[in-house]
């Protein structure tokens, strides 16, 4: 049973957003930049963030060459250029807010491993960079061939190599941790623990039931608006919507001695990804090998995912290398039948801001900065 204490100062809010994910709290952080007395309440299911922002490998990426020449089949050439802009807009907002220091950004590029199969590709490099010329001013990708040999790849599997110099890397851990104290210093509640069950839309707010399991009752919250940042989660509210979810799995080795490689990699059209942390590897992808088995929301590994992952670690990223696996984990990510995020008013106190694909990381500073313009309009 609730106090009226309780009653009076801990369930009315301005803003609730349900999910303390990157955009969730982007979302939260936008809003209290622009609204400093606002009484802004995030509920999380998890002890932590519990999806795809303290799971993924920590790349802050603007697209691979052949991601963007796979996209420009599907989308018009301003639709890529502005699904690019987003992204980079996105990694530099965040690096703002934070600092590069906080969430250990490192500027060592981009490069993406050219197999037979790619080669296509390098006869478009000069298009794609005149394409996204106006947005960077410079070239953005660079043939860096010389560099198969000394990274130490395989020269028989990685026919070529592309630097993007506009890439980089951070610290998933500590941004995500900074990011939550961000938002707590400047007055947002965040409780942990909180399973959003339902909400209702009612004529001047919204009501958001929790489960409260100590005292074996519903708790409702009020606030005017409503933000749902769950991502993949999110079709226990809305079955209708156009989301899947879709598993990402990484691996870590141990520290390997004279690691000859810096920087974050892409290859096989993106499906693989790996970077140097410190002087470890960071490996993830392979959903392309079961795409119905890694459509799910499930937080786990497979063994035919990471024994594939450790096998090509072993042909073409550290051949004649030992190491050592330290540590697996999993993540998920939500995906569409585009690539564009959704993030709409379902109703007029209630606003979606989900399903992030591959880029939330990127574009998950934006997108709070997108719902805040909304909410507060
Ligand atoms: C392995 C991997 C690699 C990736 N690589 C990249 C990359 O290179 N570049 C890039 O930009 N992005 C990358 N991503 C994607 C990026 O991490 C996501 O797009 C982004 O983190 C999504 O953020 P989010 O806040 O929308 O969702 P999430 O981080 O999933 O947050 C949603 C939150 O909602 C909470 N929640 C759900 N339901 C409820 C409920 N009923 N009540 C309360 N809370 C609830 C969940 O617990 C979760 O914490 C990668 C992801 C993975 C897993």
């Known amino acids: 049973m609730l106090s009226f204490w309780e009653k009076q100062s801990f369930l009315n809010y301005d803003y609730i957003i349900i999910g303390s994910g990157i955009v969730g709290l982007s979302c939260a952080a936008s809003i209290i930049e622009k609204k400093k007395k606002a009484k802004v309440l995030v509920l999380e299911r998890g002890l932590f963030p519990t999806g795809a922002s303290t799971k993924n490998a920590g790349f802050a990426c603007t697209g691979s060459l052949t991601e963007i020449l796979a996209d420009l089949k599907k989308m018009t050439e301003n639709q890529v250029i502005g699904l690019v802009s987003e992204r980079n807009n996105g990694l530099q907002k965040l690096r703002k807010r934070l600092g590069d220091k906080t969430i250990d950004f490192q500027p060592l590029g981009g490069y993406e491993l050219i197999s037979e199969k790619e080669m296509y590709a390098l006869s478009e490099l000069e298009k794609v960079n005149t394409l996204l010329k106006p947005l960077?001013?410079?070239?953005?990708?660079?043939?860096?061939?010389?560099?198969?040999?000394?990274?130490?790849?395989?020269?028989?599997?990685?026919?070529?190599?592309?630097?993007?110099?506009?890439?980089?890397?951070?610290?998933?851990?500590?941004?995500?941790?900074?990011?939550?104290?961000?938002?707590?210093?400047?007055?947002?509640?965040?409780?942990?623990?909180?399973?959003?069950?339902?909400?209702?839309?009612?004529?001047?707010?919204?009501?958001?039931?929790?489960?409260?399991?100590?005292?074996?009752?519903?708790?409702?919250?009020?606030?005017?608006?409503?933000?749902?940042?769950?991502?993949?989660?999110?079709?226990?509210?809305?079955?209708?919507?156009?989301?899947?979810?879709?598993?990402?799995?990484?691996?870590?080795?141990?520290?390997?001695?004279?690691?000859?490689?810096?920087?974050?990699?892409?290859?096989?059209?993106?499906?693989?990804?790996?970077?140097?942390?410190?002087?470890?590897?960071?490996?993830?992808?392979?959903?392309?090998?079961?795409?119905?088995?890694?459509?799910?929301?499930?937080?786990?590994?497979?063994?035919?995912?990471?024994?594939?992952?450790?096998?090509?670690?072993?042909?073409?990223?550290?051949?004649?290398?030992?190491?050592?696996?330290a540590h697996t984990w999993a993540g998920i990510m939500a995906f569409g039948a585009d690539k564009q995020p959704i993030i709409q008013f379902h109703s007029p106190h209630i606003l979606l801001a989900v399903r992030m694909g591959g880029m939330g990381v990127a574009i998950g500073s934006q997108v709070g900065e997108k719902v805040s313009k909304m909410i507060l309009a």
């Open 136 to 325: 960077f001013r410079r070239e953005v990708y660079q043939l860096k061939n010389n560099k198969i040999k000394s990274f130490g790849f395989d020269k028989n599997l990685v026919k070529a190599l592309i630097f993007n110099q506009y890439e980089g890397q951070i610290d998933t851990g500590k941004m995500m941790k900074n990011l939550l104290q961000y938002v707590q210093e400047r007055g947002v509640t965040v409780l942990n623990h909180t399973e959003v069950t339902a909400f209702e839309e009612q004529n001047d707010g919204v009501k958001v039931s929790v489960s409260n399991q100590l005292a074996n009752e519903n708790i409702k919250f009020s606030a005017q608006k409503l933000i749902i940042c769950t991502n993949a989660f999110t079709k226990r509210f809305f079955p209708e919507l156009d989301i899947v979810a879709g598993r990402g799995q990484v691996l870590i080795t141990e520290p390997i001695k004279n690691l000859k490689f810096k920087g974050t990699f892409h290859f096989d059209e993106g499906y693989y990804y790996f970077r140097n942390y410190e002087n470890r590897v960071i490996f993830g992808g392979g959903r392309n090998l079961d795409f119905e088995g890694e459509d799910t929301s499930e937080i786990a590994n497979t063994h035919l995912i990471i024994n594939t992952l450790e096998a090509k670690l072993a042909n073409i990223i550290l051949p004649k290398q030992k190491f050592d696996i």
